[in-house]
């Protein structure tokens, strides 16, 4: 929810009311920490957002990115020999038509850094816009070569947020706040790689955009989405550390030093994912409650009424009622 409440800070508020109904996003839910939202409901908002404000990132420069601007950008890169050579262009690009900062990529000994530099006349304030930026240099970066590139870190110049562990479903690698400067790393043999992708390719990319570079769609690069996938393979049973850790090939010590690296625990991840699933299908079914409850791994209906209330501070009866 501090994704969809960070978009809608500076839309109408009854463009909002009406925006978030059409996304399937209950409005009485914008108003609630806890809450949670798909990645469709999200993706969608994302897009309804856009084709309103003509802006394709809504409100978050100081200057508006005109619908088609994801387009031209990577229409100007498709032609690159490699990639080192459509990161340079990619900054050129946003350094056109954006004032709040440039970004700029760099070869540091055997990483990559891509670093977003403030522009001193116009301070850059947002940390949404921050965290986009890199995602769409990301998203765009691995779309060219074909492959998604793993993070070595993130870097981000503004506090710790309230909600950290949303970071771990952006970013496939450790995030560290109050630094120096806002930046990202990769392994610097990536930019040596061949664009892969064609004219004819783009349409799709388009079609599924924010999709396709927004949300990490791939596991296997974080410890901590093994080990929610593992889970959610197993409900409505709840697997013990020491099984998952013995599945995924790691020593119960390794597996709980690996997730504390990533910002997590075993049991906050079986907690969100029992959580993001209840809340689902809550707002997507008309199962029972009791039903639901056994799907996500409780017996005891008063245990999950209880998990729920201490989830997203109310009952899944008052939730659903949102709708």
């Not at 463009?15 to 108003?31: C, M, N, Q, V």
């Not at 970004?103 to 990559?112: G, H, Q, Y």
């Not at 769609?217 to 409900?235: D, K, P, T």
Request: aromatic share 10%.
């Amino acid at each position: 929810m501090s994704l969809v409440n960070g978009f809608l800070a500076g839309a109408d508020p009854l463009a909002i009311e009406r925006l978030a109904e059409r996304s399937g996003i209950p409005h009485a839910l914008l108003h609630r920490p806890g809450a949670r939202v798909t990645q469709e409901q999200f993706s969608t908002l994302y897009r309804l957002l856009a084709a309103e404000y003509d802006d394709e990132m809504p409100g978050i420069f100081s200057r508006p990115l005109r619908n088609g601007t994801l387009k031209y950008l990577c229409l100007s890169l498709l032609d690159a020999p490699r990639l080192d050579v459509a990161m340079h262009r990619f900054g050129q690009f946003f350094h056109l038509i954006l004032d709040d900062f440039t970004v700029k990529s760099r070869r540091d000994d055997s990483l990559c850094r891509i670093e977003l530099v403030a522009n001193e006349a116009n301070r850059f304030q947002n940390a949404l816009g921050q965290e986009l930026m890199l995602k769409l240099v990301h998203g765009v970066a691995s779309w060219l070569i074909g492959q998604k590139i793993p993070l070595v870190e993130v870097e981000f110049d503004f506090p710790r947020p309230s909600r950290e562990t949303d970071h771990l479903y952006l970013f496939p690698g450790p995030v560290h706040f109050g630094c120096t400067q806002t930046c990202m790393s990769f392994e610097a043999r990536y930019l040596d790689m061949a664009i892969r992708q064609h004219k004819s390719d783009l349409k799709k990319f388009l079609a599924r955009a924010p999709e396709d570079w927004i949300f990490v769609s791939f596991a296997e690069q974080m410890v901590c989405h093994q080990v929610r996938q593992y889970i959610a393979g197993c409900l409505p049973a709840i697997p013990t550390i020491g099984i998952v850790a013995q599945d995924l090939h790691y020593s119960v010590r390794t597996l709980c030093r690996r997730l504390s690296i990533e910002g997590t625990t075993f049991q906050a991840i079986k907690d969100e994912l029992r959580r993001d699933i209840a809340i689902q299908r809550l707002t997507r079914s008309a199962d029972a409650i009791g039903v639901i409850a056994y799907e996500v791994g409780f017996d005891d209906p008063t245990a999950f009424h209880r998990a729920f209330r201490h989830w997203t501070g109310s009952t899944p009866q008052a939730y659903r009622k949102m709708v």
